[in-house]
């Protein structure tokens, strides 16, 4: 099993940027698919980012490409997520995620809140 600790978060003005940090602890961390997904008040969660276990592959949603990008440092068991050109409508709490199977995260960090002002 992998825990989950993300950092980051805080409150920019709109067109600033941030960068997130997930930090993973347990089992070998480069056996894990790795995502970042999001959940604004009131709305559903939602996918953001994914990273494959080597990092060759990453996929994103329509809503963040060219804007953020997400990384991985599998010799600081560590996920990224490089936020730019944020916007109001990014505004909500940050999860990260692991995989081991496709498309089914068992593994979630607390998540940390992500404040965009306009």
């Known amino acids: 099993q992998v825990q989950l600790v993300e950092s980051g978060g805080g409150l920019v003005q709109a067109g600033g940027s941030l960068r997130l940090s997930c930090a993973a602890s347990g089992r070998t961390f480069s056996s894990y698919g790795m995502g970042w997904f999001r959940q604004a008040p009131g709305k559903e969660r939602e996918f953001v980012a994914g990273i494959s276990r080597s990092g060759s592959s990453t996929s994103y949603a329509d809503s963040v490409k060219g804007r953020f990008t997400i990384s991985r440092d599998n010799a600081k068991n560590t996920v990224y997520l490089q936020m730019n050109s944020l916007k109001p409508e990014d505004t909500a709490v940050y999860y990260c995620?692991?995989?081991?199977?496709?498309?089914?995260?068992?593994?979630w960090g607390q998540g940390t809140q992500v404040t965009v002002s306009s």
């Open positions: 995620a692991g995989r081991v199977v496709p498309r089914t995260y068992d593994y």
